[in-house]
């Protein structure tokens, strides 16, 4: 994606900024992001980035709370708030000639917040509601544990959301001193995409942020995951009668040279992706996990998930079982299929249908000031603009070669959690778990076996 | 010129002799073309024996037509990173296509192949059949789904096609037969009354020639479809339905809403963003999130079609809480038709639904859906124009009307699902 009509600086106070005027239409989207997610929790504090985020909507004292909702509908906009892994960031889109008042509620709530301890209390309980509405769903739990087996030590093993023990005893200073530390000025990304002049942004920039303070350099994360030697399982069962399959592998980070090769490797086994949080194909029935599981009906689904992350994060694969079927035969089909990429390679046509779909996907992503905004912001925390901006060179480089690389070297059994989601039948509870006791002393064989 | 909204200036229109609608709009900023279409068949054409058949029809498109079977399907759309999708809803099948501009020609040439020939190839009924019966499994295991589904079939039956399940159930999908599929696509598929809107870096006039070349030989005519009763069966409803194991509840309260057609429709737009929408999701959003701390969503919906829709609020809440959340919502429509609207809140939805145009048309995909409506509900292609007028002419004592008339909490119908809690009435009451 050629990044023209770029426009980097950092105020003294050490805020990143980062402009790209378009005049495509007449709006603008502001993104303010700031170095911290999950990724930075410690244990006992899981969940602090994602509760903080949700305090910022809970008033300042320039705009008690509802107030800044009501200011950006009022003037025609959208906003929200989402916290990720490595990042935590707020956006409003606006009709081009008012987005000011972003600008204006973002530095005050970079400084301001109030954190109302009535506040905080009635957010604790919202926050377990959205968690409740997730655990509803099996597929998410398994998600879940999955993730968490996957990571001895690294962070990324903890939901973002946050476990429910931490959630009920997070005090409000504990909240309170994590907005502190995170929440300046050098921790932050400012991101503005859309119709505006350049010069004119700048200014206001600068007056709307440049005397917020800068703070002392937030904790570096220091933890790293050791190197996985031992494949994990995990077995979840319970009431709901669809099963789920959920596969994990340790992969490269944003800044690893495997990066981009992976990327190819995850979109021929399971379908070129959208820009990460938004889009995606709606057309994905060509790739190769797909043809082996679905097409075989052995799953109604199949979806593969990899993304930029700046520490490895995780590679998944996970499907919807037909009736009747067991999770080790949709093991089995992942594996020969993983198996003949690190035997084979891949064709030339599936790497020219991998570049030509990204490049499809980034015209569509930069149809909208939003999704725009997002992937410089998102880019510039996760790796850099450099980066982004060379991601279509990158890709054009992997080679075959790279692809059967990347099979052989990441998706190994060693690397591996498995997780299943089994339904417990009430009629016929027994052979269930019979058989899984079964599947786990055979099942990793024919894999070892394929790559052997 | 390029920022004007869409209008009877900007919008090129032509209808084909056969009955077919052609929107378009040029936009050159970005090198994507987008199509949005729908033809007027659904689930108001199937049986309630049948129900999910429409759907199944629109599913089967896609796998397989004359000139494009599987494979090549597959291949047209996702080797040069393409979508070409089709879904049945209640009055129509909607279909849309978002490519490069560059392949959009090609791709015309497929949407036109499936919606006219499709051969429903035998092993591909079996394989969506499955991926349909495992997606009714999962829906009735979620509690948001449950409760909508229960909600709808309360106040219509599954007699009607508002009360049905647009992807049917385990004993009519398990049913549908081939014979079904192509009677269905035979009888109901036809151009008239179809509309195609495109927005993007085309050529209008080529557009034009483009589907007229490959739509135009289409001289299918087939039945009106049926009209919609109106339905007056529910009043006052209040169903729970077990799903024990759950964590979380999901709650629906509404009532029959308006026809799109309405001349109430507009102030009800305006008295639902009030309710449910503004901000953070309206009055209903300030009370049982930001006050109660309930729920983590909590917002209300309007659904308007041909014949009277639903207007409806929906949370979800941890089960302990489903009775102060009910009593809250109710309050929150008495409220409304109570209580005469100030004049800050008023202005601020209307500000809202005004001023958000200019977000909803920014992408070729927002204008070109934009453009469907408006000649599927017979707006006029100076609807953008009328548009800010329809809003701003709504009055205080026109939102406590309709909130008065529509949302009655004595006429609601409640439905909540989740696990049972202690002391639960009957599965289904009438409240006192």
Not at chain 1, 281 to 303: I, K, M, Q
Not at chain 2, 63 to 84: H, M, P, W
Not at chain 2, 253 to 262: E, K, N, S, T
């Amino acid at each position: 994606m050629p990044l023209d009509n770029l426009i980097q600086t950092t105020l003294d106070n050490g805020l990143q900024v980062i402009l790209r005027p378009s005049q495509r239409a007449p709006v603008a989207s502001f993104w303010i992001f700031y170095r911290v997610g999950s990724r930075n929790e410690t244990p006992g504090h899981t969940g602090i980035s994602h509760w903080v985020e949700h305090m910022l909507f809970k008033g300042t004292e320039r705009y008690p709370r509802g107030e800044f909702d009501k200011a950006v509908a009022r003037a025609g906009g959208v906003f929200n708030g989402m916290t990720g892994p490595d990042w935590t960031v707020y956006f409003e889109t606006l009709p081009a000639e008012r987005i000011e008042l972003a600008l204006q509620v973002e530095s005050d709530r970079m400084a301001h917040a109030s954190f109302a301890p009535e506040e905080t209390e009635s957010e604790r309980t919202v926050i377990l509601s959205e968690r409740e509405g997730s655990e509803n769903s099996y597929f998410y739990r398994l998600h879940e544990e999955v993730q968490a087996a996957a990571y001895h030590v690294h962070s990324y093993r903890n939901p973002i959301i946050g476990w429910p023990a931490d959630l009920l005893a997070l005090t409000r200073e504990e909240l309170y001193a994590h907005y502190r530390t995170y929440y300046t000025a050098n921790n932050a990304v400012a991101v503005v995409t859309g119709d505006f002049a350049p010069d004119v942004m700048l200014t206001q920039i600068a007056r709307y942020f440049g005397d917020l303070p800068s703070g002392p350099p937030p904790p570096p994360v220091r933890i790293q995951e050791p190197p996985m030697h031992a494949e994990r399982r995990v077995v979840l069962r319970g009431d709901d009668p669809t099963a789920y399959y959920l596969h994990a592998f340790q992969a490269p980070p944003a800044l690893h040279p495997d990066f981009f090769p992976f990327v190819v490797l995850d979109s021929v086994l399971g379908g070129a992706k959208g820009m990460g949080l938004f889009g995606g194909g709606a057309n994905n029935r060509s790739n190769r996990l797909y043809r082996a599981l679905v097409e075989r009906e052995l799953t109604v689904d199949v979806n593969s998930s990899f993304g930029p992350t700046i520490d490895p994060g995780l590679f998944t694969i996970s499907a919807t079982l037909a009736p009747d079927i067991e999770h080790r035969q949709v093991e089995a089909a992942i594996w020969q299929e993983i198996a003949t990429v690190q035997r084979e390679g891949v064709a030339p046509a599936e790497l020219a249908r991998a570049i030509k779909q990204t490049r499809a996907q980034f015209a569509y992503s930069s149809e909208s000031v939003t999704y725009e905004a997002f992937w410089l912001g998102f880019s510039q925390v996760v790796a850099s603009l450099d980066w982004l901006a060379t991601w279509d060179e990158q890709l054009q480089a992997v080679t075959p070669a790279d692809v059967q690389r990347m099979a052989q070297t990441y998706l190994t059994p060693d690397r591996q959690t498995v997780g299943y989601y089994v339904p417990t039948l009430a009629d016929d509870a027994s052979p269930v778990v019979r058989d899984l006791s079964r599947d786990l002393s055979t099942v990793a064989t024919p894999a070892h076996k394929e790559i052997a | 010129m390029m920022h004007a909204l869409p209008s009877p200036e900007t919008i090129v229109r032509t209808m084909l002799p056969n009955g077919l609608t052609i929107l378009v709009r040029e936009n050159h900023a970005s090198p994507v073309a987008v199509l949005q279409g729908s033809l007027r068949v659904g689930a108001v054409q199937e049986s309630p024996v049948q129900a999910g058949l429409a759907a199944f029809v629109a599913g089967m498109l896609t796998r397989g037509s004359a000139q494009f079977d599987y494979d090549a399907f597959n291949a047209a759309v996702e080797n040069i990173g393409a979508s070409l999708t089709v879904a049945a809803d209640t009055h129509s099948t909607d279909f849309g296509i978002t490519s490069l501009a560059e392949d959009f020609d090609d791709l015309l040439k497929v949407l036109a192949d499936l919606l006219q020939r499709p051969t429903f190839p035998p092993e591909h009924i079996e394989r969506l059949r499955q991926i349909k019966l495992v997606g009714i499994l999962e829906r009735e295991q979620d509690t948001a789904s449950v409760a909508a589904r229960r909600f709808h079939e309360t106040l219509f039956g599954r007699e009607h096609p508002y009360g049905r399940a647009l992807d049917g159930y385990q004993e009519t999908v398990s049913a549908l037969t081939r014979q079904d599929l192509v009677d269905f696509h035979a009888r109901n598929f036809s151009p008239q009354g179809a509309v195609l809107a495109i927005a993007g870096a085309v050529e209008a006039q080529h557009v034009v020639d483009t589907i007229a070349a490959h739509f135009g030989d289409w001289r299918t005519a087939v039945n009106a479809p049926p009209a919609i009763a109106q339905a007056r069966r529910a009043a006052g409803e209040h169903v729970h339905v077990s799903m024990p194991g759950k964590v979380q509840s999901d709650i629906v309260i509404g009532a029959y809403g308006v026809r799109r057609a309405d001349p109430e429709f507009y102030n009800v737009r305006v008295a639902n963003c009030i309710l449910g929408q503004f901000g953070m999701m309206g009055r209903l959003g300030e009370r049982v999130r930001e006050e109660q701390g309930l729920a983590y969503y909590s917002y209300s919906a309007v659904v308007a079609e041909q014949e009277d829709g639903v207007w409806f609020a929906s949370a979800g809440v941890n089960p302990d809480d489903v009775d102060a959340a009910v009593d809250s919502i109710l309050a929150e429509f008495e409220r409304l038709g109570s209580e005469s609207v100030d004049a800050e809140e008023l202005a601020d939805s209307q500000a809202y639904l005004t001023g958000i145009v200019p977000l909803t048309l920014e992408t070729n995909e927002g204008v070109a859906s934009t453009l469907l409506n408006m000649e599927w509900y017979g707006l006029g292609l100076d609807y953008l124009q009328r548009y800010p007028s329809l809003i701003n002419s709504v009055t205080a004592a026109d939102v406590q009307r309709v909130a008065a008339r529509f949302l009655r909490p004595a006429a609601c119908v409640v439905v909540t699902a989740g696990p049972d809690m202690m002391g639960a009435e009957e599965d289904v009451a009438h409240r006192g």
